[in-house]
């Protein structure tokens, strides 16, 4: 409770400073307030048939308060920080949450710069996926601009070294919180270099739970308007977590607690994204993304995890099978229910395709923008448009949808969501 006490004096009091002609001009602020009206549609699917498993809400609100702000303290240090407290609801829940996505020191030391806090990295040049972000926060491919800003960063301590077009980076990452599950420690090294217009990245990250990591990336710029990107990572092992089903030469049996698993070999596993960026001479914007992961399910895997889940279907029926386990829930419901929670993962498979088109009209006064994200190995996609038109300077009102199509063998046929709308208004001060 007192955390979202701090909060929310946060949010309030940093604008109230921006606005006082008095406040020193090394202050600076900008926050936001976005309000939400959502509606689904539920999608019968062949991991919750009939919606008799599983119903989503069928609307939601949400209100949310974001505040970013940046000061000169004395001896020169530098304090960057981005808060935001959420009041979220349906019919049948209300939470309130608040944030602290970013609060860090920083201070400039001749050609190095140490700084020391929650801090949110980029170290990818991807637009929907991240190969090479070995810290950055986990990207929602089907909302890559974190158009909530929800995305938090990691408790760090950074040095980073300057010389010319050469940058060096050394990171540890450690997490504040001292519950279990707070998260593991990172110790991670990158190298940037601008060298006859290509930027070049290589990273390397020592996780203290997870496999060890090594990545590159790379971008160029052709003229003035096509910029080409990848970035691949390798690592021995894996610490993805998988329906058992897909592992079983015989899927054709229920499966309890030990429903998810870890990997227990240390094959290589690579990680290959490629993409490109390229502004049409009228203002359109266009986005292209292939990306790979040697941890998603191969054809087989993915077939035997469709098997096991039909298999349980047939047995909801069963008078063997009537006990309730867990909530209620018979042993093949929780079967197909805990089939369907993996099923919300975005990189299940191998390979997938994202576009993105977007176009401003009017002198910026209406922007419209349309993503695709595809699962090449079953064709099923999920389409999120969107609109916002600006009201006055600093309000602007938008409506978007997430569309998805697909099989009932697919992965995006299978989600218990067909169609999901939102209207909001947001605020700038």
């Known amino acids: 409770?007192?955390?979202?006490?701090?909060?929310?004096?946060?949010?309030?009091?940093?604008?109230?400073?921006?606005?006082?002609?008095?406040?020193?001009?090394?202050?600076?602020?900008?926050?936001?307030?976005?309000?939400?009206?959502?509606?689904?549609?539920?999608?019968?699917?062949?991991?919750?048939?009939?919606?008799?498993?599983?119903?989503?809400?069928?609307?939601?609100?949400?209100?949310?308060?974001?505040?970013?702000?940046?000061?000169?303290?004395?001896?020169?240090?530098?304090?960057?920080?981005?808060?935001?407290?959420?009041?979220?609801?349906?019919?049948?829940?209300?939470?309130?949450?608040?944030?602290?996505?970013?609060?860090?020191?920083?201070?400039?030391?001749?050609?190095?710069?140490?700084?020391?806090?929650?801090?949110?990295?980029?170290?990818?040049?991807?637009?929907?996926?991240?190969?090479?972000?070995?810290?950055?926060?986990?990207?929602?491919?089907?909302?890559?601009?974190?158009?909530?800003?929800?995305?938090?960063?990691?408790?760090?301590?950074?040095?980073?070294?300057?010389?010319?077009?050469?940058?060096?980076?050394?990171?540890?990452?450690?997490?504040?919180?001292?519950?279990?599950?707070?998260?593991?420690?990172?110790?991670?090294?990158?190298?940037?270099?601008?060298?006859?217009?290509?930027?070049?990245?290589?990273?390397?990250?020592?996780p203290s739970e997870s496999p060890e990591r090594l990545a590159f990336s790379a971008s160029y710029v052709i003229g003035e308007a096509l910029e080409l990107h990848g970035e691949t990572s390798f690592q021995r092992g894996s610490d993805v977590i998988l329906p058992r089903a897909a592992l079983l030469d015989d899927p054709r049996q229920l499966l309890g607690n030990d429903y998810f698993t870890g990997s227990d070999d240390d094959d290589v596993r690579m990680r290959v994204l490629i993409g490109a960026n390229y502004t049409f001479r009228g203002g359109t914007n266009l986005v292209v993304e292939l990306y790979h992961t040697d941890e998603g399910l191969s054809a087989r895997e993915w077939n035997n995890f469709l098997a096991q889940s039909r298999y349980a279907d047939s047995l909801r029926d069963d008078p063997r099978h009537q006990a309730p386990i867990r909530d209620g829930y018979t042993l093949p419901e929780l079967n197909l229910l805990q089939g369907l929670s993996y099923l919300r993962a975005q990189e299940i498979r191998r390979d997938y395709g994202f576009v993105r088109v977007a176009r401003a009209w009017r002198d910026q006064t209406l922007s419209t923008t349309a993503l695709a994200l595809v699962n090449l190995h079953d064709g099923s996609f999920l389409v999120t448009p969107e609109a916002s038109y600006t009201v006055r300077r600093q309000t602007s009102v938008y409506a978007r949808a997430t569309l998805f199509y697909g099989n009932e063998r697919s992965q995006y046929g299978n989600v218990p969501t067909g169609q999901s709308f939102t209207v909001g208004v947001r605020r700038h001060f």
């Not at 349906?90 to 050609?111: F, K």
């Open 1 to 206: 409770m007192k955390k979202k006490v701090v909060l929310a004096l946060l949010l309030f009091a940093f604008p109230l400073f921006a606005q006082d002609e008095s406040t020193s001009s090394s202050f600076q602020n900008h926050g936001s307030v976005i309000g939400e009206l959502g509606t689904d549609t539920r999608a019968d699917s062949f991991f919750n048939p009939d919606n008799a498993l599983y119903m989503p809400p069928l609307h939601s609100r949400l209100v949310r308060l974001n505040d970013d702000f940046s000061a000169t303290l004395p001896y020169e240090l530098g304090v960057n920080g981005k808060v935001a407290l959420e009041w979220s609801g349906d019919a049948d829940s209300r939470v309130t949450r608040g944030q602290i996505r970013e609060l860090y020191l920083t201070r400039s030391l001749g050609d190095f710069t140490v700084t020391a806090g929650r801090r949110i990295l980029k170290w990818t040049n991807g637009y929907a996926f991240a190969p090479a972000g070995v810290l950055d926060p986990p990207r929602n491919p089907a909302d890559p601009q974190d158009r909530l800003g929800r995305l938090g960063g990691r408790d760090i301590a950074q040095v980073d070294w300057f010389r010319g077009d050469h940058t060096a980076t050394l990171v540890y990452s450690f997490p504040f919180e001292t519950r279990a599950g707070g998260g593991e420690r990172v110790l991670a090294a990158r190298y940037n270099v601008l060298w006859k217009g290509v930027d070049f990245s290589a990273i390397a990250a020592i």
